[in-house]
């Protein structure tokens, strides 16, 4: 972590649809170059959140500010100030490696002599020089993985939002992925990522755990086991989902 300036700031969050409250009271902090998980079971309020935070939803109330910008009133700076990878793959299967790049590179309005320079650069660092006019249909899960994560990353934003990003890849592939993730973090990119793999929370600076709506707890790893008496983060997630007494 770089600065003591939060870089996304939930306060009171309230989502409700209807009568149902996906999203109940969450409050937290986050901040530069830091590595935030987010965590909790299906249907515990994650993706509803994490809508929020990239500007895709509005709260029904609370204050939710992400880069310096209002989750209210500013929702289409948000969009354009941070990264995304969602938990369904987010490149384009019918274009290469490449023509992805390009594609993403644009919408983020980077010049195109950036854009190329960039891109060599990016496809010499992951080993694809030689897939760059391959479609994205014909390459590895775990080449495509470290690709749209690179791409999320590749106009250099405050924040990246990582939804579940490891989903499906060996455990090898998992273990370059987050040496992908330090190394975002250590420039400064604030990561903050949804993972099933609990042996992925132990990767975090710390970590929020949903239940049923709301935070159930939020610490580092270590804190975590040690206040559940726990000898994983597995072990504290079966504790705070099943909502046991100590």
């Not at 895709?56 to 700076?77: C, I, Q, Y």
């Not at 791409?151 to 934003?157: K, L, Q, R, S, T």
């Not at 707890?217 to 504290?236: G, I, R, S, Y």
Request: with cysteine; hydrophobic share 40%.
């Amino acid at each position: 972590m770089q600065s003591n300036e939060p870089v996304i700031v939930v306060q009171n969050l309230v989502k409700k649809f209807g009568n149902f409250v996906a999203n109940d009271n969450l409050s937290f902090e986050v901040y530069p170059g830091e590595v935030f998980g987010f965590l909790g079971a299906n249907g515990a309020g994650k993706t509803t959140a994490i809508r929020i935070l990239c500007g895709l939803s509005r709260p029904t109330s609370g204050k939710v500010m992400v880069g310096g910008f209002d989750a209210n009133t500013e929702s289409e700076k948000i969009k354009t100030n941070i990264g995304y990878m969602s938990q369904k793959f987010s490149l384009y299967d019918d274009l290469t490696v490449r023509e992805n790049i390009r594609f993403y590179a644009g919408i983020y309005h980077i010049p195109y002599n950036i854009i190329k320079t960039r891109t060599n650069d990016l496809l010499q660092k992951l080993g694809l020089e030689h897939a760059r006019d391959k479609l994205i249909h014909d390459i590895p899960l775990g080449w495509k993985q470290k690709l749209a994560f690179s791409i999320a990353v590749f106009h250099e934003p405050s924040i990246v939002f990582l939804d579940e990003p490891t989903g499906g890849v060996d455990p090898i592939t998992r273990r370059q992925f987050w040496d992908m993730i330090y190394e975002a973090a250590h420039r400064g990119i604030t990561v903050f990522v949804t993972t099933h793999y609990m042996d992925e929370a132990e990767y975090c600076n710390r970590v929020s755990i949903m239940v049923d709506g709301k935070i159930a707890d939020l610490d580092t790893p270590n804190n975590l086991k040690t206040k559940h008496n726990a000898a994983n983060m597995d072990e504290v997630f079966q504790k705070l989902a099943r909502g046991r007494k100590y």
